[in-house]
């Protein structure tokens, strides 16, 4: 097992690894994780092959990176490969989940105020949905309690965030799991805020659907997400928008043999981003090899350093508690735009909600990085 406390040298190689961090102090991973080295040098290799075999790659070479990163994300979410699909964004993994389950007797989603809005979307375009948005109570987070007053026998979804995009509040996956289970409804959780950040492990949580994506944590960049879907339930599930990678014989091309696969490939949708595959290989690596206890470990350090400088210096933070705390801290601010405007010149790059200044430190920062982004942060609200 990865040590959780690294020593100097091993942090200061991990940083080595990101270019961006020798010329700018970077606190945005919430938005893009920074590109490392290693995704590049996959990249290379991708651009390479390009060049020197042409199409003849996919066959020795590209699919085989594909089935390698499926089966990397498997292994670090909890799950098996089968249920792993690669797609080009949440919104269309979304949008496959949705055109899968038909809403019968049930038809009510419910989701809440925080989620990221892509979520809702998917219901609220849909006349024959019925979608219920919980409110919360302070701003920051739901109570479970919540989910569970409204999920009953109408209820088709429970669809919500695992970490709230502009709050950082870690809601516990596996408690809406069983509340969603219990009323005979699906789970599903958008966990792209908590993929890379946090400790997953699927198989045991009894979620149905998950979905993720290397854009942030993962360091791996923009073009793909990850769809998890629970084995149990795929073969079940046949979605009405679809493609020539859902069907069993694939290369047969035939208009009059489609017939769905076995495994969540079912839920994909054509040729996937081959260059964000290869550099979600190189981010996928990294998160592995310093491991994800590690990573939670100096997350923690680093958001806790964040709050007592912010704090200190008089800002006013909209903050989960410890319990349900990641590394996502807004700072509130007047001017929040032009606050992460005037920090970009300094080369300090965060970003900027309503009413507040997102910051969102990685393994891969120090504490000096904090401590310039709260020394600047300071003057810039002055």
Known sequence: MPDPTPSRAT??????????????TYLNSCSLGAL???????????????HSMGASAWYEHWLGRVEELRTRVATFWGSQPAEVALLPSTSAALSVITESVRATKRNRVVCTELDFPTLAYQWAVKPDIELVVLESHDGIGIDPLQFADAVDDRTLFLATSHVFFTTGFVQDIGA???IARSAGAFSLIDGYQGAGQLPLDLSTTGVDIYTAGPLKWLCGGPGLAYLYVREELIGSMEPRITSWFATKDQFHF?????????????????TPALPTVHTALGGQEL????GIDTIVRRNATLTERLVRGCR???FTLRLADQDHRSAIVMVQHADPQGAVA??????????HRPGYVRVSPHFYNSDDDIDRLVDALGVVAG
């Open 11 to 24: 942090l200061d190689a991990i940083r080595s690894e990101f270019p961006i961090l020798g010329t700018h």
């Open 36 to 50: 490392s080295h290693r995704a590049e040098s996959y990249l290379a290799d991708f651009t390479g092959r390009w």
């Open 176 to 178: 809406l799991a069983d």
């Open 254 to 270: 035939d208009l009059g043999g489609f017939e769905y696969r076995d495994d969540a490939r079912r839920f994909e949708l054509g």
């Open 287 to 290: 998160i592995d090899e310093v």
């Open 312 to 314: 200190s210096s008089g």
């Open 342 to 351: 005037r920090l970009a010149e300094q080369r300090i790059i965060v970003d």
